[in-house]
């Protein structure tokens, strides 16, 4: 009923940048909190970065500085924009949305497929 998808992800060098997207489709009657989780090997999944409909954003520390969420409501997507990126921002990273679907009152939790961003020289 509800799908996350995600794109941007890749192969970047040591203090590049990337921009990853995800767009929710499907019967989907609002939105609330999205956001960008990641996971290392051998790491438990952790919080990137999310942003409330208003836009009011929150960050890992260790990407403070360096990561900007955003979304667009009109079109259900959030973009992660990643400056500066380091080795060890190495990791599957995941699409996340609370979404209430059409017909329904309360929200559930949604993610993407994940897509592989590799920090490397």
């Known amino acids: 009923q509800v799908q996350l998808v995600e794109s941007g992800g890749g192969l970047v060098q040591p203090g590049g940048s990337l921009r990853l997207s995800c767009a929710a489709s499907g019967s989907i009657r609002s939105i609330n909190v999205m956001g960008w989780y990641r996971q290392a090997p051998g790491k438990q999944r952790e919080l990137v970065a999310a942003v409330t409909t208003s836009g009011r954003a929150n960050y890992a520390d260790s990407v403070k500085g360096r990561f900007t969420i955003s979304r667009d409501n009109a079109k259900n997507t959030v973009f992660l924009q990643m400056n500066s990126l380091k080795p060890e921002d190495t990791a599957v990273y995941y699409c996340?949305?609370?979404?209430?679907?059409?017909?329904?009152?309360?929200?559930?939790?949604?993610w993407g497929q994940g897509t592989q961003v590799t920090v490397s020289s």
């Open positions: 996340n949305a609370n979404i209430v679907v059409a017909g329904l009152i309360t929200a559930g939790n949604y």
